[in-house]
């Protein structure tokens, strides 16, 4: 009876794993093209001073635009990208393009600010990841000054002293490093004061509902203390509305970044609002 039982298993199970396996492999298949193809492409969102108002950085943020036009965000296809490796293909070139288009705007006229760059785990993780910054730089004769690499608590969570290493080679690149989603990973006060880094960035879900939750106040206001006592700028993103930007002055935060200000846009878009507040 168990063999029986164990045969219904097998015939129950195994289409639905190997439909699952399919669609993997179809999607990795079609991410491929995609990259040959250009369909991954930059959307900038601007990082402002929240004392001046000016604009002191741009986050790339990746898009799929398949050839119907279809919009596919990157929650669906970087976890996908960095189980099958292509994300470091897909990584060089973000960077690379990041580093063009920001020596372009700057050779354009535009008063310069940071581009930033999502940088996956698996992409830190490389060896070559200082050099391939360091070739996106040469490439381009973009001032290092004006390149930040954004890097996530739990892509930290390896050997620190090889992390510390190539942290400390990248910031003698001259490049800045903020720490993404800050406060939803697990690093200690220990750890981080080890990490030679530029800035915070504090996670979207502690500002979201920043107005009715006293605990995300808490937490808001003690990243902002950590990063004053630490010398670290810190930046809030998905600031969505005046009463969210109004606590976060009150709190004195360096930066912000959110839908109340600008949502991420296409490279034209992006130009177009470039030129509007070079003429302000
Ligand atoms: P992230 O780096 O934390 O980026 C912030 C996300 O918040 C972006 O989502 C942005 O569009 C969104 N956002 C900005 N302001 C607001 C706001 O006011 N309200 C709300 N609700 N959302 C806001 P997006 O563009 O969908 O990207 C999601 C994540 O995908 C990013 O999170 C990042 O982890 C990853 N990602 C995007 N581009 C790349 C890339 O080139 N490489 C890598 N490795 N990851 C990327
Ligand atoms: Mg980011
Ligand atoms: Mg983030
Ligand atoms: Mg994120």
New binding site residues.
């Given amino acids: 009876q168990a063999e029986t039982s164990h045969t219904q298993k097998i015939v129950t199970y195994t289409p639905e794993l190997s439909n699952a396996l399919n669609q993997r492999v179809s999607m990795i298949k079609a991410l491929k093209l995609a990259i040959a193809n250009n369909e991954l492409v930059p959307f900038f969102?601007p990082q402002l001073d929240l004392n001046t108002g000016e604009l002191v950085g741009a986050?790339?943020?990746?898009r799929w635009i398949k050839p119907d036009g279809t919009l596919v965000?990157?929650?669906t296809f970087?976890p996908l990208a960095e189980a099958s490796g292509l994300?470091l293909p897909i990584?060089k070139l973000?960077l690379e393009q990041a580093c063009q288009l920001n020596k372009q705007w700057q050779d354009k006229g535009f008063k310069p600010f940071r581009v930033a760059?999502?940088?996956?785990g698996v992409?830190f993780d490389q060896d070559n990841i200082v050099d391939e910054v360091s070739n996106a730089l040469t490439l381009s004769g973009l001032e290092p000054k004006w390149l930040e690499l954004?890097v996530t608590e739990t892509a930290l969570m390896a050997d620190i002293n090889e992390i510390i290493a190539k942290l400390s080679q990248l910031r003698e690149l001259g490049i800045e490093l903020a720490i993404?989603?800050f406060g939803t990973g697990y690093s200690s006060l220990n750890y981080l004061k080890r990490l030679p880094i530029n800035r915070l960035k504090i996670d979207?879900s502690f500002v979201r509902n920043v107005i009715d939750n006293e605990d995300d106040q808490a937490i808001i206001e003690m990243i902002l203390n950590l990063g004053k006592s630490m010398k670290l700028s810190v930046l809030a993103?998905?600031?969505?509305g005046p009463a969210e930007e109004a606590f976060l002055k009150s709190m004195n935060c360096d930066e912000v970044?959110?839908?109340?200000y600008a949502k991420?846009m296409p490279t034209s878009d992006f130009e177009v609002y470039l030129q509007s507040i070079n003429k302000a």
């Fill in positions: 969102q986050e790339v943020l990746l965000p990157p929650f970087i994300i990584g973000v760059v999502n940088v996956s992409q954004e993404d989603d979207q993103e998905g600031v969505e970044q959110g839908y109340y991420p």
